[in-house]
């Protein structure tokens, strides 16, 4: 290199301060949304067996919850409910009483700074664990949208702050786009899980959830994990159809697919940092094969820096306390 030894880019990485100053991509807790389960109950903390240190909640630990992650400057919350009884419509994901009703109407009253966002898919609520209405052994589009955007209308009545399709449906975004704006939700913003791939990396959340389908399996409506393209598409049409903040999930294997669609798009972003990745991440740190918190601390980074505005992630509590050190 003719430029050295005149230009010698170690001279930035001398020390923590030097390389604090030079940092390109920088993390805050501000960046995450935490993940909550809740379930029926009382005095219900049932830790996540393949997910340690998350749990399934009762209403009356919800709001100690919600507390600490406010206090950690954490600014959102997902909330997915786990009801008491699953049918083959998901009836309880759109009752004025379901549990992630309910949940809503506790942290808009102990904590109404917090933004709570709901998730709008079935598959936790259907005894076939699938994620909308069975019709001939497959997933009717059509139906499902209906229901869809009944669950999505309820979750405002109880006073959500997003809504968050999730179930991959043809037009789900536009459905419940209609349905908000006819009743006077207008302004009640649509986080839409645009690029949602069909990944093996789902597995403890559907132990979490229990919502593992029961017969078949997702890849007719969930995406082809090869694919980047299609995934453009699906977040053109998600964003002509009204969404406010669309979402690639997973994150990890999909850096590709987070920085094609910041590039092109220029949309709000989301990244989900989905169950197992954070499952790795925690066996391998409790074998002491890796150093935990430094592989997290770079993992979220790089979703970041792939163009993430917002990441959706198990490990927002505890990166937001190493930020705060």
């Given at each position: 290199m003719s430029s050295f030894p005149r230009v010698r880019l170690r001279r930035l990485r001398g020390s923590a301060a030097l390389r604090g100053l030079a940092r390109e991509t920088r993390l805050s807790a501000s960046d995450f949304i935490y993940p909550i389960f809740v379930t029926h109950g009382r005095d219900v903390r049932n830790e996540i067996d393949?997910?340690?240190?998350?749990?399934?909640?009762?209403?009356?630990?919800?709001?100690?919850?919600?507390?600490?992650v406010e206090s950690l400057g954490i600014p959102a919350v997902l909330l997915f409910g786990i009801p008491a009884k699953k049918d083959a419509e998901g009836t309880e994901a759109y009752e004025t009483n379901g549990i992630l009703q309910e949940a809503i109407r506790v942290i808009k009253q102990t904590a109404p700074d917090l933004l709570v966002i709901g998730d709008v898919c079935l598959c936790e609520y259907t005894d076939h664990g699938h994620c909308g209405v069975i019709e001939n052994e497959t997933v009717d589009n059509d139906k499902t949208l209906e229901l869809l955007a009944k669950m999505a209308v309820c979750q405002a009545d109880a006073g959500a702050d997003i809504v968050a399709p999730s179930a991959m449906m043809d037009g789900q975004v536009g459905a419940i786009r209609a349905a908000l704006d006819s009743y006077g939700y207008e302004n009640l913003p649509i986080m839409a899980y645009s690029a949602k791939y069909a990944s093996g990396f789902y597995g403890p959340f559907r132990v979490a959830a229990d919502s593992t389908p029961q017969f078949g399996d997702r890849n007719g409506y969930q995406m082809d994990p090869a694919n980047v393209q299609q995934a453009m598409?699906?977040?053109?049409?998600?964003?002509e159809e009204g969404a406010d903040i669309v979402m690639v999930k997973p994150a990890l294997s999909y850096l590709?697919?987070?920085?094609?669609?910041?590039?092109?798009?220029g949309y709000p972003m989301a990244a989900y940092n989905v169950s197992g990745e954070y499952s790795m991440v925690k066996a391998a740190a409790e074998n002491e094969w890796i150093d935990g918190q430094r592989?997290?601390?770079e993992i979220l980074t790089s979703i970041k820096r792939a163009g993430a505005d917002m990441i959706i992630s198990y490990h927002a509590k505890e990166m937001a306390r190493w930020l705060a050190v």
């Open positions: 393949p997910m340690p240190g998350i749990y399934q909640l009762s209403l009356d630990h919800l709001i100690t919850e919600v507390g600490e598409r699906e977040i053109e049409q998600d964003i590709d697919v987070i920085a094609t669609a910041k590039k092109k798009f592989i997290t601390m």
